[in-house]
């Protein structure tokens, strides 16, 4: 399974709303993750389950969809948000986890 | 708090095997649910999943790299590791590479902070 994030790179102003999009090629249910990398750092999870907020992240970051489309959003950005962000998915048969080719974010 | 801390050679010659150690404190390897593994990211580039164990010896590898990799735990003495093997490196094998939990081999929720192997002659 392929998952396809766009833009490939997203400018903004503190404030303002960002969407991130992650395709995959076929159906992955919900098992879609979301990280955070910055420069020089190991990613951070942010998301799992599509949904679902992982431990000590702002609430103002929230994922939506199953399937094969699904949306990362960072309801009002933060100076802090500029970092590269990864979607992730898990496939059954055989069981492989991958990751999207990432999106920058530029505040 | 959980930690993970890799360790190991910087530098690694052609053909030869790049063996890495993540150490894990402040949880047990043995928590029923989570899976132990690696993840690299080439200088400048994406992130590839490479592989994860649970402590009772289920084991998932990526197809691409199956035939290269041993990824394997050690809980000897209270002192929980985690350790990679990959057989007959090439430069293609450069990287940063992570320690990870793995949650019912889903996502990745603790990661290491990661070190660079640099596979050149």
């Known amino acids: 399974i392929v998952l396809t994030q766009s833009p490939a790179t997203l400018s903004l102003s503190p404030g303002e709303r960002a969407t991130l999009s992650c395709r995959a090629s076929q159906s992955v249910s919900n098992f879609l993750a979301w990280y955070q990398q910055k420069p020089g750092q190991a990613p951070r999870l942010l998301i799992h389950?599509?949904?679902n907020r992982a431990t000590g992240i702002p609430a103002r970051f929230s994922g939506s969809g199953s399937g094969t489309d699904f949306t990362l959003t960072i309801s009002s950005l933060a100076p802090e948000d500029s970092a590269v962000y990864y979607c992730q998915q898990r496939s059954n048969w055989p069981v492989t986890l991958t990751f999207g080719g990432g999106t920058k974010v530029v505040i | 708090q959980l930690q993970l801390q890799e360790s190991g050679p910087g530098l690694v010659k052609p053909s030869e095997t790049l063996s890495l150690t993540c150490a894990v404190s402040?949880?047990?390897?043995?928590?029923?649910?989570?899976?132990w593994g690696w993840i690299r990211q080439p200088p400048g580039k994406g992130l590839e999943w490479i592989g994860s164990?649970?402590?009772?010896?289920?084991?998932?590898?990526n197809p691409s790299l199956k035939s290269r990799v041993t990824i394997s735990l050690d809980t000897s003495k209270n002192q929980f590791s985690v350790r990679l093997n990959l057989r007959s490196v090439t430069a293609a094998d450069t990287a940063v590479y992570y320690c990870?939990?793995?949650?019912?081999?889903?996502?990745?929720?603790?990661w290491g902070q990661g070190t660079l192997v640099t596979v050149s002659s």
């Open positions: 990870a939990r793995t949650a019912g081999v889903v996502f990745f929720d603790y």
């Open positions: 402040g949880d047990s390897i043995s928590k029923t649910g989570y899976y």
């Open positions: 389950d599509a949904s």
């Open positions: 164990r649970y402590y009772s010896g289920s084991t998932y590898y």
